[in-house]
């Protein structure tokens, strides 16, 4: 789809925005589960989290991440007191950085790899933003077109999903402050 200054842009009904948003909820699920643990676990007895092949992974979330970023700034969205997509570019750019741009930037760049390794173990912490990202689940429950009773559910299952999430930050946490 093009714009009418001619760039290219994504319909935020579109398939493959659709699938994307599936991918990038997957690994936003992934980091809720690894972040955790190889922030505030002790890297030296849990090294396969910290192995070559996870950091690889990592590496290529965080990729995934920023590219997504920009994916979005070329994403339609709908523009409730119109009632119509909006395709003007700019118009979509200035959404998505009054939006959700400041959280979605701050967790696709790791910014522990560019600093000082007596500063990296603060900066790490940073990498909790991408926990973040979880809250397109209900985004994407909301947009799909599926019953409203089935809706509810989802977002209930959501909701369930979201709290194993904080108790496995809480409790890393309690592991690093005990253990």
Request: proline content about 2%.
């Given at each position: 789809?093009?714009a ?18 599936y ?45 997504d ?90 909701m369930a999903f ?15 402050l005990?253990?």
């Amino acid at each position: 789809m093009r714009a009418s200054d001619g760039r290219i842009i994504f319909s935020y009904s579109s398939a493959f925005i659709k699938y994307w948003n599936y991918a990038v909820i997957v690994l936003a699920i992934y980091n809720s589960i690894t972040i955790p643990i190889s922030i505030f676990y002790d890297e030296a007895s849990h090294s396969m989290f910290r192995g070559e092949v996870a950091g690889f992974m990592d590496a290529i979330v965080d990729l995934i991440f920023l590219v997504d970023v920009i994916i979005t700034f070329r994403t339609t969205y709908l523009d409730t007191s119109k009632g119509c997509e909006e395709t003007d570019t700019h118009k979509i750019g200035m959404t998505y950085l009054k939006g959700s741009f400041t959280i979605d930037f701050a967790s696709s760049v790791p910014f522990a790899e560019f600093v000082p390794t007596s500063l990296k173990s603060a900066v790490k912490l940073l990498g909790l933003l991408k926990l973040l990202r979880i809250s397109r689940l209900s985004v994407a429950v909301t947009s799909s077109n599926a019953a409203q009773a089935d809706k509810v559910q989802m977002k209930i299952v959501i909701m369930a999903f979201e709290l194993l999430v904080v108790m496995h930050v809480l409790g890393t946490i309690w592991f690093a402050l005990v253990g």
